[in-house]
């Protein structure tokens, strides 16, 4: 059995603005995050799991031009998309699904951004990425943490809301950002830390927020209408619209979990 969700394979037209305004709204801080993890440990070669159309990669390869990146996925479309949209001299695409089969790369940093959660089995997983990491070597996983307990307003609340029932609809995880210390523990990794960063409009813009808000409710309602119907999407559309130009009391928030472990 494959470790991804087969839900999310096969829908690059759903996901494409998804992934870019998410490479949007979030780099700036995971770029400066993962530039400095990657000098501070001399790092020379990168394996990115799950790497979508390859927009977030590609950028980090461009800052660090020394570093070697292969980016692997499972869905073939995303794949040769992220081939004709990113030339980076030291990137390789690889249509492939990661799992105990990988060919050992003994590489020096795995990362897996907004991949996990959509894994049949994690622990699996970070089993599989321990052993293809050189003894040293850094596992770092970037994913999202779906909160719906801190919201100003009732439509805040009801895109929370419906988010996470989206998630368990279609058998993701909404909350794995925490339980990945734990596991990364379990399974050998020494140093683990993780942090959880604050996505609002005061950290990345409220253009770039809300455009990802927008660009979620338009991937939730074509992959789930029964659950995000017209309706639901467009009362979230209008409130991005109004959002973006009112300033209130308490911000809408996300948040982004950045966990790291290192191979003894
Ligand atoms: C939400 S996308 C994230 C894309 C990209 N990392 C980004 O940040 O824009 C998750 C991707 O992970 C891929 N994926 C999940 N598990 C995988 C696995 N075990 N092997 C290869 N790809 C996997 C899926 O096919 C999907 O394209």
Redesign the pocket.
Known sequence: M????ER??GIIDF?RD??EA??RAFSAFEYDYLRELILKNKITSVL??????????SGLARLTPDVMYKA????PE?ISSAREKHGEANLSFEH????HSFPSGNFDLIT????????KNVPE?ILDAFLKLRSGGILMI?EYFIDTSYAGNSTWKLFRDKELEFYHNIGSHPRISLALPKYLKDHGFSGVESVLRHVSPSTVGQTDFYNVIRSYANLYSAVEPDLWTKELKQQILDYCDKAHTEVTEREDVLFVSQTMGRRP
Do not use: K, W
């Not at 494959?2 to 969700?5: A, I, T």
């Not at 799991?49 to 977030?56: H, Q």
């Open positions: 494959s470790n991804v969700n999310i394979l996901v998804c992934y998410q490479t990115d799991v799950g790497t979508g159309e390859g927009n977030f990669i692997v996925d499972a869905d995303l492939r699904l990661f799992d897996a951004r907004f991949a996990v959660e959509h894994m997983f970037t």
